[in-house]
């Protein structure tokens, strides 16, 4: 079942600017991820931010949670036409992902 | 490429058909799962194998049939679809709950 909302549902921007999504869920957490789709192609894990934490970085990714909002956000910096794809968030309980609607970015040369 | 293998990748069938979807892993993944993905929606769990045991089934209706013959391999059996099965279905694996390796997909259309 779908965990929660993510807004934008959909983001175009210029190659080299920043792209931010938001992920809004609504029960309690272990933790939360973030997955990327491409066009055809599954998901790919891109980070998990454990509820203990309210920074996490990995390469051109930035992400953070608030749990007393039960929000996170997921920051691309300097995006290039490779992140075109289908962004989702997710939390899990005992094995069940539940995922975001989704938030589609688009990456214009 | 990916480490989750499916096949086949796309998949016609009548309503009155029996098919079946495969997926493989050789990550030594103790838990296996099928989703299901509607056209710009997010995936919807189905099914959740742990040690080769049926965990979860989010009441998936009959003629979605999960197996588990090992370890490494993941089958749907298909029988007696509607229009409304026509989907994305994919395959992941993980080691504990999480984090989940996905596949690239089946893309299921039934006439």
């Known amino acids: 079942s779908q965990q929660g909302e993510e807004d934008p549902q959909a983001l175009s921007i210029q190659e080299g600017e920043n792209a931010t999504m938001n992920c809004s869920y609504k029960t309690s957490i272990n933790n939360l991820q973030w997955y990327r789709q491409n066009s055809g192609r599954g998901l790919v894990h891109l980070i998990l931010i454990r509820s203990n934490e309210r920074e996490k970085h990995s390469g051109r990714l930035r992400v953070t949670l608030d749990t007393s909002k039960k929000s996170s956000s997921l920051l691309i910096t300097a995006s290039r036409a490779a992140d075109t794809a289908s962004y989702f968030c997710a939390t899990d309980n005992d094995y069940k992902l539940s995922f975001g609607a989704g938030t589609t970015v688009t990456v214009r040369a | 490429d990916t480490e989750v293998t499916q096949t086949p990748k796309h998949l016609v069938m009548g309503m009155t058909n029996k098919k079946s979807l495969k997926c493989e892993q050789h990550?030594?993944?103790?838990?296996m799962y099928w989703y299901k993905q509607k056209a710009k929606k997010p995936p919807e769990l189905m099914f959740v194998?742990?040690?080769?045991?049926?965990?979860i089934n989010e009441s998936v209706p009959s003629r979605f049939s999960p197996e588990c013959p090992n370890s490494s391999l993941l089958n749907l059996h298909l029988h007696a679809l509607q229009p409304e099965d026509s989907a994305l279905y994919l395959c992941?694996?993980?080691?504990?709950?999480?984090?989940?390796?996905f596949g690239d997909g089946t893309r299921l259309s039934i006439l």
């Open positions: 990550m030594g993944h103790r838990a």
């Open positions: 992941a694996s993980s080691q504990g709950g999480t984090p989940q390796h």
């Open positions: 194998y742990s040690y080769e045991k049926l965990s």
